[in-house]
């Protein structure tokens, strides 16, 4: 009772809070609407592909209209009850990232097997494998799309001041700030920091544009009651040992503040960690490689398959450059580039030739100075005439399959990079050498040469907490436009 009563009253004392709670209410109960009618949609497809049409696959069979639509009444709501139990409602999982597409995946294959073994436990339970199969897939893509669908609309609300959750960051050092300027920067992140919370600066200290220290720590449950916050985000190292007690008592205080760590503060989770257990003792064992167990397997099915058919498949046009290049300007095809791979093992990265053998000698100091700042010349005069070409469409990037095929590098990952450039990563150095750097990135969709080294920094470390098969599946399928269009590359 006393809990019911502290939830009436905190929606009394927090009415702009309730009111953004509200439209998430709505914006789930569409989402969950939409979900039942794809899974219903799916199952029907399924059922009229399997027994209402000629595919030679598929033996005669009993159509059962009957059963199948009391089978489909039943099956709707078991498959939204799993899409609730892999968190598929939970607004801190949904419309934040591809690991949505992998839940609904996940979700829909257990929903099979647990078909498959109920007509293996109930012999009299008799279900045409066709259709089920065709199920599986129809429902997944059709989940999948509705999902991908509702998140640009979601993108869209966003843009619009809905959805958007306001928060506070605990700390103003370079961590907080960096965390707040990025998340105000994208507003379709649906996070609003409206100030910082911190004991080194003087309450209105503006530290970013329009973003003032609110108070000191002491103060988090005053500034949280009077700026009406959803959720807070810990950026101070030392306020976890110092400080967090005094936050997780407002935590329960005021209830329903979500309260998260920014990844600054534990930057070697970058690597991904296991919780293990030393009598009676919660520890954390971090992984030597960040992509680990079945993710690992998948994704080199996914680079070593797709490496040789793309190899096989642009053979000719690899022999096509390979002839142009040589005729173009004296010297060899391919251009052998020195970079950093997995746990700091170099190895030569190989291009098609796109400069003169002696171009540096074209160099003006000027430009020494920017290649050796940003690593990239917008009017390189090194470069040859098919080699502008070959940049603008990324063509001289394709001799890398074989290093994919080699396993020195990934389809998708992290902007491969010299040993020199690694001083540009910090910090980061040692947990970019955990993953193989990629033919293609989040780097490629996000800007390509137009991105300075910090935001290329900020990309790779998104990509490899982030990684997942869709994520990687994601950035191929933008790749492609992008490459199209040109944007960036010089």
Request: proline share 4%; with cysteine.
């Amino acid at each position: 009772m006393n809990n019911q009563l502290l939830d009436i009253l905190t929606g009394q004392l927090f009415p702009a809070r309730e009111a953004r709670r509200n439209e998430w209410r709505w914006l789930l109960l569409g989402v969950g609407l939409g979900d039942a009618l794809c899974v219903a949609g799916g199952f029907v497809l399924a059922y009229v592909l399997r027994f209402f049409t000629d595919w030679g696959i598929f033996y005669s069979g009993d159509a059962r209209t009957d059963f199948y639509a009391t089978l489909i009444a039943l099956l709707v709501p078991s498959w939204i009850a799993l899409f609730v139990l892999y968190g598929l409602y939970n607004p801190q999982i949904i419309f934040g990232g591809t690991s949505e597409y992998a839940r609904i995946f996940n979700a829909c294959t257990v929903g099979l097997l647990v078909i498959i073994v109920l007509t293996f436990l109930q012999p009299d339970f008799v279900i045409a494998r066709g259709w089920l199969l065709l199920a599986w897939a129809s429902v997944s893509a059709l989940a999948i799309g509705w999902r991908f669908v509702a998140r640009r609309l979601v993108y869209s609300l966003r843009e619009r001041g809905y959805l958007i959750q306001r928060s506070v960051v605990l700390g103003a050092n370079a961590e907080g700030r960096a965390v707040a300027e990025q998340l105000n920067a994208s507003i379709r992140a649906g996070v609003h920091v409206i100030g910082f919370v911190d004991d080194h600066l003087a309450p209105g200290t503006e530290v970013l544009p329009g973003v003032p220290v609110l108070g000191p720590v002491t103060a988090f449950e005053a500034i949280v009651t009077h700026t009406d916050v959803d959720s807070a985000i810990i950026a101070d190292t030392e306020m976890v040992r110092e400080r967090l007690p005094a936050v997780y008592g407002a935590m329960e205080t005021l209830r329903r503040l979500d309260v998260t760590l920014a990844p600054g503060i534990f930057e070697l989770l970058t690597v991904g960690v296991q919780v293990r257990e030393r009598g009676s003792v919660p520890l954390l064992g971090l992984n030597r490689t960040r992509i680990t167990g079945l993710h690992a397997v998948w994704k080199e099915i996914i680079d070593r398959g797709g490496a040789l058919a793309a190899l096989i498949l642009l053979s000719p046009l690899l022999a096509l450059v390979a002839l142009l290049v040589r005729l173009d300007s004296p010297g060899p095809i391919i251009y052998r580039r020195r970079v950093v791979g997995v746990g700091n093992k170099t190895f030569d990265a190989f291009k098609f030739r796109t400069m003169q053998v002696d171009g540096d000698k074209l160099l003006t100091p000027e430009q020494r100075k920017e290649l050796s700042e940003t690593g990239k010349l917008q009017h390189d005069p090194r470069i040859t005439r098919i080699g502008r070409f070959l940049r603008r469409t990324s063509i001289d990037e394709l001799p890398q399959l074989v290093n994919v095929l080699l396993g020195q590098m990934s389809l998708v990952g992290p902007r491969m990079i010299t040993t020199d450039e690694l001083r540009h990563f910090g910090r980061w150095r040692h947990n970019l050498v955990t993953v193989r750097p990629g033919l293609t990135g989040l780097w490629q969709i996000s800007g390509r040469s137009n991105l300075g080294y910090e935001e290329r920094v900020r990309l790779d470390m998104h990509y490899i907490r982030n990684y997942s098969i869709w994520l990687d599946l994601y950035i191929i399928y933008r790749t492609i436009a992008v490459v199209i269009s040109g944007h960036g590359a010089y």
